[in-house]
Structure formats: structure tokens, C-alpha cells
């Protein structure tokens, strides 16, 4: 029994970075903040 559920763990570690065939499908751009200095956060991890 506790062989299979090492076997168990270490297929979804593998697994669970694995991409699926035919994912080559059109990806949005990402776009960042040009001042992230003047969000409250920016400005909470600045000081």
C-alpha cells in the first residue's frame, strides 16, 4: 500500500509540470504597470 502511494506522488510530480500535446495555441501579451512605485503595494515594498 505505501508503495503504490509513493508511486502515486511521484507520477503527479512529474506530471504536474508536464504541458499537453498540442498546446500551441495563441498566447495574450503580458504587459507591466510603468510606475509600479505609485500602487500601494509598490509603495509598501518600497519602504
Given at each position: 500500500?505505501?508503495?503504490?502511494?509513493?508511486?502515486?506522488?511521484?507520477?503527479?510530480?512529474?506530471?504536474?509540470?508536464?504541458?499537453?500535446?498540442?498546446?500551441?495555441?495563441?498566447?495574450?501579451?503580458?504587459?507591466?504597470?510603468?510606475?509600479?512605485?505609485?500602487t500601494?503595494?509598490?509603495?509598501?515594498?518600497?519602504?
Amino acid at each position: 500500500m505505501r508503495a503504490f502511494f509513493s508511486l502515486a506522488l511521484v507520477v503527479l510530480l512529474v506530471t504536474g509540470c508536464a504541458t499537453l500535446p498540442g498546446a500551441n495555441y495563441p498566447k495574450e501579451a503580458s504587459t507591466a504597470l510603468a510606475n509600479p512605485e505609485t500602487t500601494r503595494l509598490g509603495r509598501q515594498l518600497d519602504a
